[in-house]
């Protein structure tokens, strides 16, 4: 009898220890899937937030275009568009900081696929900036190779057959890069390199000219076979306040000092523009960074959305 009862006892702890092993497990997969919806609705907020300032930035972009002139704009770092702005506060709790800038400051690295002359103009632009970086691996040879369609391999550069003996293998694009970061992908680039590269450099349409109001003292630099960092940082400091009002007034400036401009194609203003939105929400940070294209009607349009960037702080570093 009494063996008995302890059977019976000790069926019944093992049921109240199964049940509370099931209720334990229950709640924390409940208590788990509160936190996934927590974090889902945090992050549809956030996403919302950045695209409110895309839209803020829009409409910022398109008031600069009614205030000048549609069929010449002319854009520089001393216009309202391009001051910093305020962070946006949430009722909740939060913020958005917007900052906007010029995707054309900087060397268009499709330009390389521009046909006959302007092609080649703008591949000896890129070897120029190549070695103001201190850069010696033949990365034009090897960029013009990825973006051409054909098979045929460059002095210095690579093509399919190079690519495939890699591992892993892989091919030639073929086509105009969608962002920078495939420079990554060219055979041999050192990270060093890449790193040093990428704050000079963009990949956009084909269309996109570079925007002497915008562009750096290496990337001006880049575009006479003696003008020297140091000439072109003057240039920066003569452009300040209102800008070069024209490509041709650049070209002649640079002239009378005996200089040869030759590069992808100049402008003094712009149609493409990166607006970098960060949203710091319930102890969370997203960022969202937009590419946009300016018409001369004032429309724009998105062309791209990256949410894998590093934010403001990674952002100014950078450009330093």
């Known amino acids: 009898m009494n063996g008995q009862r302890g059977v019976a006892l000790i069926t019944v702890l093992l049921v109240v220890a199964l049940v509370t092993v099931v209720g334990a497990g229950l709640i924390a997969r409940q208590q788990l899937a509160i936190r996934s919806s927590g974090n889902l609705l945090v992050h549809n907020q956030a ?20 205030r000048g002139d549609a069929r010449q704009p002319l854009d520089h770092p001393a216009e309202p568009w391009a001051q910093p702005l305020k ?7 939060g913020t958005l900081q ?3 800038e010029d995707a054309t400051g900087r060397f268009n690295l499709n330009a390389l696929a521009l046909p006959d002359n302007a092609g080649l103009q703008a591949f000896a632009q890129f070897q120029r900036l190549l070695r103001l970086l201190d850069i010696d691996p033949p990365y034009a040879e090897r960029l013009r190779d990825w973006l051409d369609e054909d098979e045929q391999v460059s002095p210095g550069g690579a093509e399919d057959n190079d690519y495939l003996l890699l591992q892993p293998a892989y091919r030639a694009a073929n086509r105009i890069l969608a962002e920078p970061s495939e420079l990554r992908l060219l055979l041999d680039m050192a990270e060093v390199d890449y790193r040093r590269l990428l704050p000079h450099v963009t990949a956009l349409p084909l269309d996109a ?3 002497l109001n915008s562009a750096g003292p290496l990337v001006l630099a880049s575009l006479a076979e003696g003008l020297s960092p140091q000439l072109a940082q003057g240039l920066i400091v003569a452009r300040e306040g209102q800008g070069f009002a024209s490509v041709e007034s650049f070209i002649a400036q640079l002239g009378a000092a005996g200089q040869t401009v030759t590069g992808q194609p100049l402008a003094v203003g712009s149609r493409y523009f990166r607006v ?17 294209r300016r018409d001369a009607d004032g429309g724009l349009t998105v062309l791209s ?7 403001m702080h990674k952002e100014r570093d950078d450009d330093a």
């Open 276 to 292: 970098i939105g960060e949203v710091e929400l319930a102890g969370r940070r997203q960022v969202l960074v937009s590419l946009l």
């Open 209 to 211: 000219r570079l925007n």
């Open 87 to 93: 962070p946006f506060p949430f009722d909740e709790g």
């Open 98 to 100: 917007l900052r906007l």
């Open 305 to 311: 959305r990256d949410l894998g960037q590093a934010g």
């Open 47 to 66: 996403w919302h937030y950045a695209l409110g300032g895309e839209l803020l930035a829009k409409a910022i972009l398109r008031e600069d275009l009614r």
